[in-house]
Nanobody
């Protein structure tokens, strides 16, 4: 059974930091591309950051220079370090695993976590 379990969300003031974690089980972690998506009510889910099995990374323009995605094969985990957080970063953040970077978010061949809430507010 495949499971992706996110943790690390919470309430933080503008300018603060959070580190999200996603622990995977039931998949051959090393061969999967991993991504972090976020969604706010009434809007489509958007890809925030991705990392390939070869450790290549890509970022949404609005988070470049503030967010860093990383992965640890020994722990079968992917992380999202979020610095200088802004109110517009508030969302439910989801971890996604897919066979390729191009298939992240497509749904049919990938897996999703349950989501973790991030709220940036003073």
């Amino acid at each position: 059974q495949v499971q992706l379990v996110e943790s690390g969300g919470g309430l933080v003031q503008p300018g603060g930091s959070l580190r999200l974690s996603c622990a995977a089980s039931g998949i051959v972690f090393n061969v999967y591309a991993m991504g972090w998506f976020r969604q706010v009510p009434g809007k489509q889910r958007e890809l925030v950051a991705s990392i390939s099995s070869g450790f290549s990374t890509e970022y949404l323009n609005s988070v470049k220079g503030r967010f860093t995605i990383s992965r640890d094969s020994s722990k079968k985990s992917v992380y999202l370090q979020m610095n200088n957080l802004k109110p517009e970063d508030s969302a439910v953040y989801y971890c996604n695993a897919a066979p390729t970077l191009g298939s992240l978010g497509s749904g049919s061949a990938g897996y999703w976590g349950q989501g973790t809430q991030v709220t940036v507010s003073s």
